[in-house]
């Protein structure tokens, strides 16, 4: 049996990050919003103090125990049941990481508290850091993300901006549309605008495909965010997964045979063989699995990606 670790998770596959391994720093659920659609559930009190909630040489000695057994991962990610930036040990932790290994470190954050120097500082550590912002103004921010009496999209937005005049990495921006309440021409317009003041390098559309805190929260339509994407320009694609983890009807019939035939052909990574062959994420894991337990395929890394090829 693998070991079961407290603050380590996966490497899971993702649709952003390829395969990454979640260092959880914050305990359930110590955030600065209390997001109508967050999949962790209501935040019981929000809050801005930060504090190191998780211990970050408690964290460090599984990391380094996870490194010593062998970790293939494309990514490292800073994330927590809530707002990671909330752990006020975050800057050490990212130096002490890059001590152990050369895979990149990404931060997964509401970006609330970028206002904030420190927090700033301790994410110009990071590779790339993925923000999120899902309003254009004042009222739908606090209709969607109910923040903390102390967090403004003023203040969120002049945190970001700052930042990017700051880091040299990457900032993915993440965008969670909600049909009926952030989604309409101009809403879209004024969210645009503060986009552009953010300056991300890709901007990341989602939607309620999960369940949510509350439970009347509509999902915006494929065909809606696709519209969106198209207004919000070239660095913005839609990763939404509406395949709700089974395969896609159109794309169903794609079988562990046709991965294994494309295996044959040559090696390629997890987003490769998804890509290729058109299904999701998940159901390329499971043929995977499924041709790893059989023996006839293996796993290497290579340029901080895993790659499979056939034996
Ligand atoms: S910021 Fe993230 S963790 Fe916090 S409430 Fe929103 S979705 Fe949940």
């Known amino acids: 049996m693998p070991k079961e670790f407290k603050y380590l998770y996966g490497p899971v596959p993702s649709r952003r990050l390829g395969w990454s391994l979640g260092v959880d720093i914050v305990p359930l659920k110590v955030c600065t919003l209390d997001c109508i659609y967050c999949q962790l559930g209501r935040t019981p009190k929000t809050t801005v103090e930060r504090s190191e909630y998780v211990s970050i040489d408690s964290v460090l000695a599984e990391l380094t125990e996870r490194m010593e057994a062998g970790l293939e991962a494309d990514y490292i990610t800073i994330a927590g049941s809530g707002e990671p930036t909330l752990n006020s040990q975050l800057g050490k932790l990212l130096d002490a990481i890059k001590k152990i290994t050369d895979i990149p470190l990404t931060v997964l954050t509401n970006g609330t508290l970028f206002f904030r120097e420190d927090v700033r500082a301790d994410c110009l550590k990071a590779d790339v850091v993925l923000p999120s912002l899902d309003a254009g103004d004042e009222e739908t921010f606090r209709r969607i993300n109910r923040p903390h009496a102390d967090i403004s999209i003023e203040k969120l937005v002049s945190g970001l ?53 509350e439970p009347d929260v509509a999902a915006a339509t494929h065909e809606k965010l696709v519209s969106i994407a198209a207004e919000l320009g070239e660095r913005c694609e839609v990763i939404a997964d509406f395949s709700g983890g089974l395969p896609l009807v159109a794309h169903a019939t794609a079988t562990a045979e046709d991965v294994f035939s494309m295996l044959k052909r040559r090696p390629c990574s997890l987003a490769d063989i998804s890509a290729g062959l058109s299904i999701p994420a998940n159901l390329t894991v499971k ?10 395929i293996e796993s290497y890394h290579k340029s901080r990606t895993v790659f499979f090829r056939a034996r």
Not at 189 to 208: G, R, V, Y
Not at 287 to 296: I, K, M, S, V, Y
């Open 161 to 213: 901006s700052a930042f990017r005049k700051e880091f040299s990495g990457l900032i993915w921006l993440e965008v969670f549309l909600v049909a009926g309440l952030n989604t309409n021409t101009q809403q879209i317009a004024a969210l645009k605008a503060l986009i552009e003041q953010i300056a991300p390098d890709k901007i990341h559309l989602n939607t309620a495909v999960r369940p949510t805190a």
């Open 287 to 296: 043929h995977l699995t499924t041709l790893q337990q059989q023996g006839l």
